[in-house]
């Protein structure tokens, strides 16, 4: 086993797909340490301080202090923002509500980013993606899970699109182009005309409809997995959501960056 002590200088240290299961680190000092799409199960903490530190992941069965988490986080979100707690709804008015929801809120925020400063939409904050990038990503779901998906068109990847990050070397298969940069009038476009086609979805669809298996699934999917129809416009839905939530908390950051000048 590999050991460092005081005596090793790892300030700074990169560890890129690096292998560390089951070290342990105690007496370790990780203040301003980063953790990016990692893989952290059945991590154990005990006795560590963790002020000011900020979490976003998949946090199931997570405990803190003996309470668990998840819970309680989803109860905050949900009250923060009315009708995310019907995106995976399997009633079809249900979901469909939810992601009119989720669109009223991204109006709002996109409207916010307008009123800022020029070039906010593509401002990065510590490596994350822009609003630009977001939306992107977002028509990059749209593509996958309704387009290619429950509609089974060929094709159906805008070169705009952004996959996640895991799916960069496949996409370029798909017609996408991961070093594209359009202009945000482009992505806004790009963005209004996937969110209008998954509402003709939505609108296409009886309760019936909805809970059939889809036609097929993305091609990041096992071949051999079935999904209904509700589950992949739900992951649209969730989508939609989830990454509001991490727009909004970079612009959030952006105007305490610029009050602090």
Known sequence: MTRF???DDLRHAEFVAANLTDARFRFADLEGAAFDQSYLPRVVM??????GADIDGQIRDLKINGVEVLPLIEAELNRRYP??????????????ESFEAALRTWSATLDRVAAMPAGTADQQVDGEWSVAQTLRHLVFAVDGWVRHGIQGLDGAFSPIGLPFSEYDDEAGALGVDITATPSFREVQEAYAD??????AQYDSLTQEDFEAPARRLPPWEPDTRSLPVWRCLGVVANEAWEHHRFAARDLDELERRRDAR
């Open 5 to 7: 002590t005081a005596d």
């Open 46 to 51: 005990r006795g560590v301080d963790l002020t």
């Open 83 to 96: 009708g995310r707690e019907l995106a995976r709804s399997q009633d079809l008015a249900e979901q469909r």
């Open 194 to 199: 996937r969110m209008a086609q998954v509402r």
